[in-house]
């Protein structure tokens, strides 16, 4: 009886409080959560995070610009990318909408090799 106790309690202290995030994953090896919205941060670590997500058609992305600027180019997307962000963005929110399935690369064209991806399903 003791251990089943001792078991119960451990396994009601892991799946403790606080709010989930579905725009990555909670673990390396399982795949994205397939999500309707999601908010990429454009990092002053010059980084995207997460740099994956994933989306229902129709699902949109916030690009959460920091204090450093960035902007967003889908380069060689496949029909239906949305709209680059071409001004470099500091301290500001940009939505993208994406309708159509696909897997869409996206960069900061001031920081190479910062980059991400949004797969829409």
Do not use: E, W
């Given at each position: 009886?003791?251990?089943?106790?001792?078991?119960t309690?451990?396994?009601?202290?892991?799946?403790?409080g606080?709010?989930?995030d579905?725009?990555?994953p909670?673990?390396?090896?399982?795949?994205?959560?397939?999500?309707?919205?999601?908010?990429?941060?454009?990092?002053?670590?010059?980084?995207f995070?997460?740099?994956?997500?994933?989306?229902?058609?129709?699902?949109?992305?916030?690009?959460?610009?920091?204090?450093v600027?960035h902007n967003?180019?889908?380069?060689n997307?496949?029909?239906?990318?949305p709209?680059?962000?071409?001004?470099?963005?500091?301290?500001?929110?940009?939505?993208?909408?994406?309708?159509?399935?696909?897997?869409?690369?996206?960069?900061?064209?001031?920081?190479?090799g910062?980059?991400g991806?949004v797969?829409?399903?």
């Amino acid at each position: 009886m003791r251990r089943f106790i001792i078991a119960t309690v451990v396994a009601l202290a892991a799946c403790g409080g606080g709010g989930s995030d579905t725009s990555h994953p909670t673990d390396a090896g399982s795949p994205d959560p397939v999500v309707a919205a999601a908010t990429v941060h454009a990092t002053p670590a010059i980084q995207f995070t997460p740099a994956n997500v994933t989306l229902a058609v129709g699902g949109t992305v916030t690009f959460d610009f920091g204090d450093v600027a960035h902007n967003v180019f889908f380069d060689n997307a496949p029909a239906g990318a949305p709209a680059n962000i071409t001004a470099p963005s500091a301290s500001t929110t940009v939505v993208r909408t994406f309708g159509t399935k696909g897997r869409y690369t996206y960069n900061c064209h001031l920081h190479p090799g910062m980059s991400g991806v949004v797969v829409v399903q």
